[in-house]
């Protein structure tokens, strides 16, 4: 290794050979893990929003013995995927609605996200709202290295979490982690292939259909919600995940 550099953390790292307990540059597993964006042949396709056809899924690992009894899913058709081909599942959602939700002195802002908004979903919003709508496209953001995506999508986060009073989005990937924050989102199915992409938001949402939008049937003033509960379910569903499982692992608790 070159003896200056930026290390996994994104800071600048300088090898210091008389300090043994220098931290290393590297992550632990980096032998064994690179971003796909730095990938030479990475399918155009690789984050088309309406997915691929899936032919066959690899799994394979260093440690069998370890590997967790049951499988977290974000959707039910993953769910139902993997339980056609006989592999243990469970539905898991997505970690991001685990983030921490904002408290009151938090909130400096008073602003409108519309994200991944099409034409015809800001042409039927309220004029007011319209007008003084930020509109941001995350689909369309790119980046060099994972460390600026990353940084990238910290800051869009914590400019959700510091300014918005409300997000109208058709983004999945916006929605959770947003709802998750304690602010009141409307989430519109773009009519993706995969109808039910957005049952992890099952119970906590509405999700609209565009002939819903076109009837009129969206409230723009949703109230924002509130399911701390499910976020500790989710963490524990993780931790169990995470153990080294023996004969005896609470399979049911899972």
């Given at each position: 290794a070159p003896g200056k550099l930026i290390d996994w953390h994104g800071n600048e790292w300088i090898q210091d050979k008389t300090n043994k307990e220098q931290a290393p540059a590297a992550h632990p597993n980096s032998r064994f893990t690179a971003p796909a964006c730095q990938c030479p042949t990475l399918a155009k396709e690789w984050e088309d929003p309406h997915g691929v056809p899936v032919s066959a899924i690899l799994f394979g690992g260093r440690r069998?013995?370890?590997?967790?009894?049951?499988?977290?899913?974000?959707?039910?058709?993953?769910l139902e995927f993997c339980r056609k081909n006989k592999i243990d599942a469970y539905f898991s959602r997505c970690l991001s609605l685990t983030l921490p939700k904002r408290t009151k002195d938090q909130v400096v802002g008073n602003s409108v996200y519309c994200v991944d908004c099409p034409d015809w979903l800001m042409a039927?919003?309220?004029?007011?709202?319209?007008?003084?709508?930020?509109?941001?496209s995350q689909r369309k953001f790119r980046a060099d290295n994972p460390f600026a995506c990353r940084k990238a999508a910290e800051d869009l986060l914590e400019r959700y979490r510091t300014t918005a009073s409300l997000v109208v989005t058709t983004a999945l990937h916006c929605?959770?982690?947003?709802?998750?924050?304690?602010?009141?989102?409307?989430?519109?199915?773009?009519?993706?292939?995969?109808?039910?992409?957005?049952?992890?938001?099952?119970?906590l949402v509405h999700v609209y259909t565009k002939d819903e939008a076109m009837s009129g049937a969206i409230d723009f003033n949703p109230a924002a919600v509130d399911f701390e509960d499910l976020k500790q379910f989710l963490i524990q569903n993780l931790k169990l995940t995470l153990e080294p499982y023996g004969d005896n692992a609470e399979r049911h608790r899972v």
């Open positions: 069998p013995s370890t590997i967790p009894l049951e499988i977290g899913c974000r959707d039910l058709s993953t039927i919003m309220p004029d007011e709202l319209r007008r003084n709508a930020v509109i941001i929605a959770q982690p947003c709802l998750a924050m304690g602010i009141p989102v409307v989430v519109v199915d773009p009519q993706y292939a995969e109808a039910d992409r957005f049952s992890s938001l099952e119970g």
